[in-house]
């Protein structure tokens, strides 16, 4: 690490931001608030050294792609710096060129599986794959890949929830290019009303084997009307990039429309948290499902039209949707809902989501926890690196939007939410990646960097490729470097908030660390592209005075 080697020790104003390729006299804002400070033209330059960084990369292939794609960052935490590298190397083997007219693709499996469609593509993580990507550079990748979703009619878009528009909207903030939204917003307007809104309000998308494995099941979930608002946020504000103002009105109201679904029909006042609406049209518990018998009922607990009583991790989703500008949840709402997040909490250990190797899926205190063995993708327990990085990309977008408001009057209700939890978690779900077990690691050398499905939460071994390998299934490897979740976007918009902000002059980069000053109060972070240019972050939080970076 280059604070060993000593390639990060140029401190300058807390918070320093160097805009250098091009050179142009800007404005800084550290958690929303402009310094003064100005940069003036420069040659590029890296702070950091990639050479210093190659032992994390294992293969000479992933270290050249990273060098000239990817942010380099210098952080005082070996998990943290490990996961890092690891997964921009396991983001690059999911990375398809098609030789087609399709051009590049994201896949979720590095092998072919057959639930898949074209090109071997599956829509469930593909917000994730779009958010984790916008940090690179060559922008024909992800172009690519989100032109593929609207415009190839082949593309299977509606096979499983998710939010594409939203996170090519956001990654459209990083890139300061909206030219890919302009080409996909007829397209994705027809997809909203021919398929999200019959679809999405009514029933559950998801592959009907999946969600009978958790407590609440399928029905109006949580996760679908947060991501119903989330759809119709963006393309409001794609419709009035297209100059559609009509459009964007109607949009604005189906976000309105779905907010309100969420917040009076998903919220159950006696659980204290937001939960799923099984549908009358659906079965309640398939016969191949094997409960623990007398103590866990589910078709007791999934009453039709009622809010099921339970508290599940996918339940924060509708705090996924902290956009500064339009926020799910109202900030005049915020104390209403915030208790939620201390179910996050260490000493929550039974009745919460905490356990040593990462978050459950469901509460140990639960009667139905982990009541079905016979399937390998439970949600109702084991940790799923998926649902992980939705929630705390959720904790980083309240600590931002919501917690750091002090008129919100949080600060009673959550006292323990701080950036030093977000911390915490973060370094436990990093952890995931170097410190636990797996049959047949993939990882070249031990502690280098792996993941897979989902992991037992309280031993930490990946518990599918455990039933799989234990079963000689033939396809017991098709989990290796799963690409179902986030990591370094994590780390860069959550960690080191490294943001898109409103400021006076529009959105713009705005720089607010979720650090634990036990911990360390600073880092380097090199080499982003940010709106064209190439920006490079040295922090130091207990450093004073204006100093240009050189």
């Known amino acids: 690490m280059g604070f060993e080697h000593g390639t990060s020790r140029i ?27 100005e940069i003036g033209r420069e040659e590029r330059f890296s702070v950091l050294d990639p050479n210093d960084h190659k032992h994390y990369f294992p293969s000479q292939v992933c270290y050249n792609w990273a060098k000239t794609n990817v942010p380099f960052i210098d952080f005082p935490d070996i998990d943290i710096m490990r996961a890092y590298y690891y997964r921009w190397c396991s983001y690059r083997k999911h990375i398809k060129n098609t030789k087609s007219i399709d051009g590049f693709v994201v896949s979720e499996f590095k092998e072919n599986v057959p639930w898949a469609g074209l090109h071997n593509t599956i ?9 984790e990507g916008r940090w690179i550079k060559n922008q024909k990748i992800l172009d690519d890949y989100i032109r593929f979703w609207f415009l190839n009619a082949e593309s299977k878009i509606d096979r499983y929830t998710n939010w594409i528009i939203w996170a090519s909207l956001e990654r459209s903030k990083i890139t300061g290019n909206t030219t890919i939204l302009r080409q996909i917003y007829p397209k994705a307007v027809r997809i909203f009303f021919d398929v999200y809104v019959p679809k999405y309000l009514s ?14 099941g399928s029905g109006c979930r949580t996760s679908i009307a947060s991501v119903m608002y989330g759809e119709a946020s963006a393309l409001a504000e794609i419709a009035r990039i ?55 009922d589910l078709n007791a607990r999934r009453t039709p039209n009622k809010t099921v009583d339970v508290r599940e991790l996918f339940g924060f989703m ?26 996050l909490l260490p000493e929550k250990i039974e009745e919460g989501f905490y356990a040593k190797w990462g978050l459950r899926t469901l509460p140990k205190a639960d009667k139905c926890y982990n009541y079905s063995y016979t399937h390998g993708d439970c949600w109702n327990g084991p940790s799923w690196p998926f649902e992980t990085s939705r929630v705390l990309h959720s904790l980083a977008g309240f600590l931002n939007e919501y917690k750091s408001k002090k008129e919100l009057g949080l600060e009673n209700e959550t006292p323990k939410i701080t950036s030093n939890l977000f911390g915490l978690l973060l370094r436990q779900y990093a952890r995931q990646h170097t410190q636990t077990y797996a049959v047949n690691d993939t990882a070249l050398i031990s502690g280098s960097g792996h993941i897979f499905e989902n992991l037992h939460p309280d031993y930490g ?89 050189k």
């Open 11 to 37: 401190w300058g104003l807390a918070g320093l931001v160097c805009m250098l390729r091009f050179g142009f006299a800007m404005g800084f804002w550290e958690g929303g608030k402009r310094t003064g400070l």
């Open 123 to 131: 829509s469930a993580a593909a917000g994730h794959h779009i958010m």
């Open 203 to 216: 029933s559950s998308p998801q592959n009907k084997k999946d969600w009978p494995v958790s407590v609440s």
């Open 242 to 296: 297209c100059k559609d103002p009509k459009r964007a009105e109607i949009f604005s109201k189906w976000a309105s429309f779905s907010r309100s679904v969420l917040l009076e029909q998903n919220w159950n006042p006696k659980t204290g948290f937001f939960s799923t609406i099984p549908s009358p049209k659906r079965p309640l518990v398939p016969d191949s499902v094997i409960q623990l018998k007398g103590e866990c």
């Open 318 to 343: 509708p705090w996924y949707y902290s956009d500064p500008d339009k926020p799910l949840i109202p900030l005049s709402q915020a104390r209403k809902y915030s208790h939620m997040f201390n179910y």
């Open 461 to 549: 071994y990946w518990n599918n490729r455990n039933i799989m390998y234990s079963k000689q299934a033939t396809n017991k490897d098709m989990g290796d470097d799963y690409n179902h979740s986030v990591f370094c976007d994590l780390v860069l918009s959550g960690l080191l908030g490294i943001r898109n902000g409103r400021t006076e002059s529009g959105i713009w980069m705005v720089l607010n660390p979720l650090l634990d000053p036990a911990f360390t109060t600073r880092f380097i972070a090199d080499g982003i592209r940010y709106k064209g240019h190439d920006v490079t972050v040295i922090y130091n939080q207990h450093t004073r005075g204006n100093k240009t970076c």
